[in-house]
């Protein structure tokens, strides 16, 4: 595709702290973000979101910058829809098919 009219995935990967109330309260906050954005947990504290542009993973990158808890690490990558579906899967010795693009919409 041409420019940011490529689709990608954003996936954030994050280990954060637990060890208090607050630190909780801060994870909790970050993952009902990242719900509340359209991500969906890809694994244990690994999240996923497809973007119908380079541009809108930019924003949603952004966005996750914005709300980043005060403590622990926090990676953003942003992958092509060609790149995803190289991610091998398995659930123990058994290959998994990777999570597919939801339905673009299209107006004529």
Avoid: C
Avoid at 37 to 53: K, L, P, T, W
Avoid at 54 to 61: L, S, T, Y
Avoid at 64 to 80: A, M, S
């Amino acid at each position: 595709m041409f420019g940011g009219l490529q689709t990608m995935w954003v996936i954030v990967l994050f280990d954060l702290p637990t060890d208090d109330k607050w630190m909780r309260k801060d994870y909790t906050y970050f993952r009902k973000f990242l719900l509340e954005d359209g991500f969906r947990m890809m694994q244990y504290s690994v999240y996923m979101r497809h973007s119908s542009s380079e541009e809108n993973a930019q924003v949603h990158a952004r966005r996750v910058k914005l709300h980043l808890p005060p403590d622990g690490e926090v990676r953003i990558i942003k992958i092509t829809d060609k790149q995803f579906g190289r991610i091998e899967v398995f659930y123990g010795k058994k290959r998994l098919a990777v999570e597919t693009a939801p339905e673009q919409l299209s107006f004529f």
